[in-house]
Nanobody
Framework: QVQTVASGGGSVQAGGSLRLSCTAP????????VAWGRQAAGKQREWVSN???????TYADSVKGRFTISKDNVKDTVYLQMNSLKPEDTAMYSC????????????WGQGTQVTVSS
């Protein structure tokens, strides 16, 4: 299983932006997709976005039009550009390989905290 590490979180005011990075060594050579998820305190984890090995992207309705997922196959890194952040986006964000040769049901990796203040 590819181990993932998310980074780039922080504290911003509503309307601000952050770019998260997900380091996933080998996801390109293993032909895997990568998913982002988030978990707010006291709530269940919520799927946020996914990018497939061929670059197809999907988003949760709650972030569509504000978040953009992309990847750098050379660096084996997936990015989540988050714009127009809202307080309800506050959560621990993490990523995992998902789909392709990695299959589904993999574990979420180390996360990064995003806090959006009003």
């Amino acid at each position: 299983q590819v181990q993932t590490v998310a980074s780039g979180g922080g504290s911003v005011q509503a309307g601000g932006s952050l770019r998260l990075s997900c380091t996933a060594p080998g996801f390109t050579s293993n032909r895997c997709g990568v998913a982002w998820g988030r978990q707010a305190a006291g709530k269940q984890r919520e799927w946020v976005s996914n990018i497939s090995i061929d670059g197809r992207t999907t988003y949760a309705d709650s972030v569509k039009g504000r978040f953009t997922i992309s990847k750098d196959n050379v660096k084996d890194t997936v990015y989540l550009q988050m714009n127009s952040l809202k307080p309800e986006d506050t959560a621990m964000y993490s990523c995992k390989t998902s789909g392709g040769n990695c299959g589904f049901g993999n574990s979420w990796g180390q996360g990064t905290q995003v806090t959006v203040s009003s």
